[in-house]
């Protein structure tokens, strides 16, 4: 049976900071527990206790709850009122739609004195003649029954004819409690026949799997696909026809069916949980290197990438598109010599490198815009490469002949880390010029006097 675990309690108090000493009010509707216990010790100054929608057969354990101001134990499997003598603070009590048929056992509410409200609406007990009057005569302190006030008239009224109701009650209840005597028996051959049925399904089962265990009856099972199949689908129609017939089948509403209905419903639940586990395969492991050592090419995400080879850059990259709102933490990158594997939600991506590369000089990066992940790769080996010459027309004349002398002056080195490339200042190439005019704004364009070097043969014409 399920009962009340201090995990469920504590899982139920997040409000207190999931401390039980100190609760005050705790929900523990629709858990199905069927043993109340524990809440007496663990919280001794609860005031608010919500149990309805389980299967509890019995009030106990909550006699040492001075504080508790109300109770809701509706829609159980309640059959009598008892043990709350001890819960002197009660002040509402719920035992709605219960299987109470012992009216006379509210008796034992007298010494709640402070009790003002009880609900007793859909138990037995309400359809007895003189229930109201009962009680409205038996629990003096009352203000309200089934959330309709008690007048006063109304209780003088039930206490002149006390004595005579008190008789008819006892009189029902007696023939109350012979109809629950038989609906007792009833439900205890009905569970019986349901575990003989079920004994004798699980024998004939194990019978027809050891007379499989034959080589001769293997290879016939295995030949017949068809035939199992059929067999399966017979099965299928089986359960359905059996769970048909359980639902469709009428039973007295007592706590023994609903008790039974829950058990049906655990053990359809468990078996679909079973048939699901046996049904799903377990998957063999990705299989990212051979066992020759050949790493292949994987790509289990599905993800598109591109893989470029920076040659100017002496590196290579590589794009692959991640999802866009991935958290980076499910990533992990791996760079190896030779190839390059990403795990993305533990699903591989790997990619055989076509050049060796440097993984600690290697970095990885997400795009904040698209959330690609970027990996630069630096090449293992360095390429050599000469710097570019600047191409240029030369003229014969012989200032540009000086000029270019002064240019091809300079040593052409060869460089080989790419990142030391020397380009030409691009500022030094045109002769610096001298304006003759002075201040910010002119209005007439001025004459620019060029700086000549001393050239042999030069000739000042104005007309050219």
């Not at 299989?287 to 292949?296: D, I, N, S």
């Not at 390059?340 to 060796?356: A, D, N, S, T």
Request: aromatic residues 6%.
């Amino acid at each position: 049976f399920l009962a009340v675990t201090e995990d469920l309690v504590r899982r139920r108090a997040e409000h207190n900071n999931c401390e039980i000493f100190s609760l005050e009010e705790i929900s523990l509707h629709q858990q199905e527990i069927e043993k109340l216990e524990h809440l007496d010790k663990w919280c001794r100054d609860l005031k608010i206790l919500y149990l309805q929608n389980n299967l509890i057969p019995k009030i106990e354990n909550v006699g040492k709850l001075k504080k508790l101001e109300y109770l809701n134990v509706a829609l159980n499997n309640i059959e009598k009122i008892e043990n709350l003598e001890g819960c002197e603070e009660l002040k509402k009590l719920d035992l709605t739609a219960n299987f109470i048929g012992e009216l006379s056992s509210i008796e034992s509410l007298k010494y709640n004195i402070h009790l003002k409200e009880l609900f007793l609406v859909g138990n037995p007990c309400t359809e007895f003649e003189g229930y109201r009057q009962f009680v409205v005569a038996t629990l003096h302190q009352l203000k309200y029954l089934d959330s309709k006030e008690i007048e006063r008239s109304e209780r003088i009224k039930a206490l002149q004819n006390y004595p005579e109701v008190k008789w008819k009650i006892r009189e029902q209840e007696q023939a109350y409690l012979l109809k629950r005597a038989r609906e007792k028996e009833e439900a205890q051959r009905r569970m019986q026949e349901r575990k003989d049925k079920k004994q004798n399904q699980t024998d004939s089962t194990c019978l027809g799997f050891d007379s499989s265990d034959s080589p001769q009856e293997k290879e016939n099972y295995q030949a017949e696909g068809d035939g199992e199949q059929e067999r399966c689908q017979t099965v299928e129609n089986e359960e359905d026809e059996e769970d048909r017939r359980f639902w469709e089948e009428p039973t007295p509403y007592t706590p023994e069916s609903r008790l039974e209905t829950h058990r049906y419903i655990e053990e359809k639940r468990k078996a679909k949980d079973n048939k699901r586990e046996s049904k799903k395969r377990e998957k063999p492991p990705w299989t990212l290197v051979t066992a020759e050592g050949k790493v292949l090419n994987v790509n289990v995400p599905k993800l598109h990438f591109s893989l470029k080879d920076d040659e100017e850059n002496n590196q290579i990259i590589l794009d692959l598109a991640v999802y866009r709102h991935l958290d980076t933490s499910l990533l992990d990158v791996d760079v190896q010599p030779t190839y390059i594997r990403v795990l993305v939600k533990g699903k591989p991506f790997q990619l055989v490198l076509p050049e060796e590369v440097k993984p600690d000089s290697s970095s990885a990066k997400r795009s904040q815009t698209t959330g690609h992940l970027v990996v630069t790769m630096p090449k293992a080996k360095e390429i050599i490469l000469a710097k570019q010459k600047v191409s240029a027309s030369v003229k014969h004349s012989d200032c540009n002949t000086q000029q270019k002398n002064t240019r091809s002056g300079q040593v052409e080195k060869l460089e080989v880390d790419p990142s030391k490339y020397s380009f030409p200042d691009v500022t030094k190439i045109i002769q610096e010029k001298k304006q003759t005019g002075q201040g910010p704004i002119k209005l007439q364009p001025e004459k620019v006097t060029e700086v000549k070097n001393s050239c042999v043969d030069f000739k000042n014409d104005e007309d050219v």
